[in-house]
């Protein structure tokens, strides 16, 4: 299933977005998040191998984002986030070998789940991150 | 979140349009989906409550579909299963009053968590139970 990775890392987007060529570190980020560095470091990894944020190394290093935020989709940070965890699965209760219901359910829930995530996909795609930032109320 | 409450109740149904109209009662269902009696019950009294599972009670009782399997969506069977979770969450870290992005990041997961939703149910209005039970072979 998918936890809160998805809306902390949306979070940490917003907050690049935001900053925009200024650069932010982890301890930055924590504060936001009210969380630990540590735990945001492992968030924010997945943005840069997903190619969506960009980090600089060395003692004036930190990240920013890679892209304008119009070219980056919810879909971008969903996959990052989530990392092939799918919103649905199926139980994981034994198969009774003399139910036929039982001998198929994987499949059928298999389907759904591919159904589910692909109409997901689709939606997060066309919402793109500039659009996210218009709620923010600037200082 | 939504948990395997979802798969649960799927395969209780497709156990259902398998048996026809011949009654079937949880100590069945729960040995089928070998699980427990009592989780079986309280699923079940959700798919009643929807109006897509009959009860009947009495020595001969037990349970049966309340429609035929086309008139039945996969999106009855979410909205009884899930009891108004959602698919995805926002996370629950206190707001941080010095960063406007943690001052609507609530607000702007909750819009996504309501798209997401939207569209999820729309995919699974279209799926109906008599589809699902194409892929049971029968004995």
Redesign the interface.
């Known amino acids: ?4 990775r ?3 890392s ?2 940490i987007m ?2 690049l977005a ?1 900053h925009g060529d200024e650069l932010m570190n982890s301890d930055q980020l924590a ?5 630990n560095a540590t735990f945001v470091r492992k968030l924010v990894s997945r943005l840069v191998e997903a190619g969506i944020v960009q980090s600089f190394r060395g003692k004036a290093g930190g990240i920013k984002l890679a892209k304008s935020p119009q070219d980056i989709s ?1 879909k971008d940070i969903y996959l990052a986030a989530t990392c092939e965890k799918t ?8 198969i ?1 070998k003399a ?7 994987e ?3 298999g389907e ?1 789940v591919v ?2 995530e692909e ?2 996909k ?3 795609l066309n ?1 793109k991150l500039d659009q ?1 930032m218009k ?5």
Chains 1, 2 share one sequence.
């Open positions: 299933m998918v936890d809160t998805f809306s902390m949306v979070q917003m907050s935001y504060k936001t998040l009210k969380t919810l919103l649905i699965n199926c139980h994981k209760k034994p009774n139910c036929p219901i039982s001998g198929c359910i499949d059928v829930i759904i159904g589910i109409t997901t689709k939606y997060l919402k996210l709620k923010v109320q600037h200082k």
